[in-house]
């Protein structure tokens, strides 16, 4: 029997799993398919440090000052991504070099003025730049732009070899990986351990944790627990043909939904949230409407793209809630039995949810000054 059992192979399991590893806890987890296949495999790879624009605008300042704790997580996830290759001992093509969210008009500038000083709020470092400084820090942008906000700490990295590296060191460090295994039931022995019925046999464990992404709520309710707010939105990303380094940063916009960044092979991804749709079969597929409002948008704020070939457009399925807000914890009238769920943003703030929840597994107060009561599971 394994102290803990970890189900879902994304980020969110297997960082989880590298920690209670090396914190000396023997530990196995359950991946349905291969690891890196959902979410955690299929994302933009943006870092995100800032309150992310779409909600902070169609929620408003109420929603904001509710979601702002969550901006300690992401920047703390940032400062152990710098420190994740040499602890991994792993390339993961993390590049910090900053983040912009611009603006095309005065009124949308004023919309970052105000979610910057809830940043500010809450210790983020942001700059407001007008024109002329925006520009010369950016010279790709488009003309029509009239300022922005530049927070140094965002960036990129490779979502193809993160959770594997995070895999490969947990396992290095006496994890047991089990591929291919499907969690099909759990229930809850008379000792208080539980035992999770796969399709390769029945495995026994003292504790769970539920890291499986979109179907985490779906993982809860085997034990007859509701996660209401867990959801799963299909959307979706591009990818470009690779070309001479274009735009270092990671760049928003006020106007739409729009992410956009270049990695190290010189791909600029675009994304920011576009809705892709479910195809017959039930897997998530692109929706050519929004591929192209998400390229016009891109062409709009780097005119340079219109020019550059789209060489892939892929569909994924995104873990969110309506609220954004992580949940991290121990279900608790389900003792041992604990939730690491970071909606939206968790290739982010995969480092420091997986920390937060192996710790609080171990009954140990987490490494991490940031007050973690705001994202305990709800009872
Ligand atoms: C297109 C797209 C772009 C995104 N862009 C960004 C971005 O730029 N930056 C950012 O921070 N975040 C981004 N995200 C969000 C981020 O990718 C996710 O929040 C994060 O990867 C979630 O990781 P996870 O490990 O919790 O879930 P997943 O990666 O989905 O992993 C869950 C795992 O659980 C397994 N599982 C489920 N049910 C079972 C079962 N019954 N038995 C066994 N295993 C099971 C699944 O097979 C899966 O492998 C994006 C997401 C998408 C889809």
């Known amino acids: ?23 000396g806890v023997p530990v196995t987890l359950v991946e349905r398919s291969d690891l890196n296949t959902l979410a955690s495999g299929s994302n933009a790879g943006s870092l995100h440090a800032q309150i992310p624009h ?22 703390r996830s940032i400062e152990m991504w710098r420190e994740l290759p040499e602890l991994l001992g792993a390339d993961l093509e993390v590049s910090l070099k900053g983040g912009l969210l611009v603006a095309p008009n005065a009124e949308q500038m004023r919309d970052i003025e105000r979610k910057v ?14 024109r ?29 070899l993160m959770a594997p590296a995070f895999a490969a ?43 499986a992404g979109a179907e985490t709520g779906d993982i809860a309710a085997m034990l007859g627990i509701e996660l209401a707010d867990v959801q799963g939105f299909p959307i979706q990303v591009s990818a470009t043909e690779q070309v001479g380094a274009l735009v270092p940063h990671l760049v928003y916009f006020t106007g739409e939904k729009l992410t956009l960044k270049q990695n190290g092979a010189g791909t600029i991804l675009i994304g920011g949230g576009w809705p892709a749709r479910y195809a017959r079969h039930g897997n ?30 892929w569909a994924a399925i995104v873990n969110g809630t309506d609220d954004w807000k992580p949940i991290l914890g ?9 939730v690491n769920f970071f909606p939206w943003m ?34």
């Open 1 to 23: 029997m394994s102290d803990v059992i970890v189900i879902g192979g994304g980020l969110t399991g297997c960082a989880t799993a590298y920690y209670l590893a090396t914190d």
């Open 284 to 313: 998530p597929v692109a929706d050519p409407d929004s591929l192209a409002r998400n390229l016009a948008v891109a062409v709009q704020v780097v005119p340079a793209l219109a020019d550059i070939r789209i060489v892939r457009t």
């Open 169 to 211: 060191a947990a396992e290095r460090a006496g994890a047991r990986i089990l591929r291919h295994t499907a969690v099909k039931a759990i229930t809850r022995e008379g000792d208080g351990s539980f035992a999770v019925a796969t399709n390769r046999g029945v495995l026994k464990a003292a504790r769970i944790v539920d890291a």
């Open 132 to 160: 002329a400084a925006l520009h010369k820090l950016a010279p790709y942008l488009a003309d029509h732009i009239v300022g922005g906000a530049f927070c140094p700490d965002e960036g990129k990295a490779n979502p193809f």
């Open 54 to 75: 779409d909600p902070f605008i169609n929620k408003g300042e109420d929603w904001a000052r509710i979601f702002s704790p969550t901006i300690g997580l992401l920047a």
């Open 346 to 379: 968790g290739f982010t703030a995969g480092p420091i949810a997986a920390r937060i929840v192996a710790s609080l597994v171990q009954g140990a107060t987490p490494p991490v000054d940031v007050d973690l009561r705001p994202f305990l599971p709800k009872q």
């Open 117 to 130: 000083a809830f940043e500010r709020e809450q210790g983020l470092k942001v700059d407001l730049l007008d």
């Open 330 to 338: 121990e279900i608790q009238g389900m003792p041992g039995f604990f």
